[in-house]
Every structure is written in C-alpha cells, then in structure tokens.
C-alpha cells in the first residue's frame, strides 16, 4: 500500500511539474513571437520613419527584444527542449496597412499599434506571472512588465507631440 501511494505521489509532482513546465515553454514561445514581431515592426519604423524620437524608440526596441530573445532561446534549447510547444502563426495585424503608410501618417500609425503590441504583452504576462516559478523565467517576465510599461509612456509622449 506504501508503494502504491508513493507512486501516485510521484506521478502526481511529475505530472504537475511537466504541465508548469508547458506553461513556462509556452509562455517564452509566445513572447519570442511577440519579440519578433516587435522587431519587424521597429525595422519598418527605422526605415520609413523620419521622426528621431520614433528612430530611438524602434533602436532601443531592436536592441532590447534581440537580447531578451537570445536569452529565451536559451532557455527554450536548454530547459524546455523536451517539452513540445505549438506555434501559433506570426501574428502582425495591419502590419500590410502600416507598410503603406508615410510621414506622419505612418508614425501615428506606427506608435499606436506598438503601444497596442506592448499592452497586449503586459496584459499576457500579468496573467501568467503567477504561474511561472522558474527564477529565470519570472525574472524575464517581470521585466518585460517593467519595460513595456514605461515604454508605453514614452510612446505616448511622442504620440502626443506630433
């Protein structure tokens, strides 16, 4: 009977852990996805931009997400790469409608849908931060919190000012 219940125990803790393993793999995919779109978006901006404080914005922006992505990579070829994770498509909305954007059109334009784009990462990542017990990964996400939100303010300033 000692053997029975100490079994179950174990497939128990096992089973648990796997699926805290699944949420935290499947919260650094969908933050890379984030990332990269973000990036794409930000290479746009650095291109059809003319708007130095939007040219520092999508910089920093590039910089930023490249590193955090490296490290989450990382993480997902270290840690995670037994555990199976499905890719959700590249999700840029109105990335076509932005590409023929210009001037101040385009900026307008541009810093509304990466305000949208950080929100919409702020929002996943509070809902998730509970959940995820790995230092690393927590940490990745508190941060995440911090920066998109004062990247928001940033934004708004500019958005603000044009």
Do not use: C
Not at 93 to 115: H, I, P, T, V, W
Not at 144 to 155: C, L, S
Request: glycine share 4%; hydrophobic share 35%.
């Amino acid at each position: 009977m000692k053997k029975i219940l100490l079994l179950i125990s174990i497939i128990l803790t096992s089973t648990s852990l796997y699926a805290n393993r699944m949420t935290e793999a499947g919260y650094l995919e969908k933050i890379s996805q984030y990332h990269e779109n973000g990036i794409e978006m930000s290479k746009l901006a650095l291109n059809k931009s003319k708007n130095k404080e939007i040219e520092k914005i999508a910089k920093r922006n590039i910089k930023e997400q490249t590193k955090e992505l490296k490290k989450i990579d990382k993480l997902r070829s270290t840690i995670y790469s037994d555990v199976i994770v499905t890719k959700s498509g590249n999700n840029i909305q109105k990335l076509g409608e932005l590409q023929n954007r210009s001037g101040k059109e385009f900026d307008k334009m541009y810093l509304e849908m990466m305000a949208k784009h950080h929100r919409s990462e702020i929002l996943m990542t509070s809902k998730i931060l509970p959940e995820l017990n790995r230092d690393e990964v927590h940490h990745i996400a508190v941060k995440i919190v911090k920066n998109k939100g004062n990247e928001i303010e940033k934004i708004e300033k500019i958005k603000n000012s044009l």
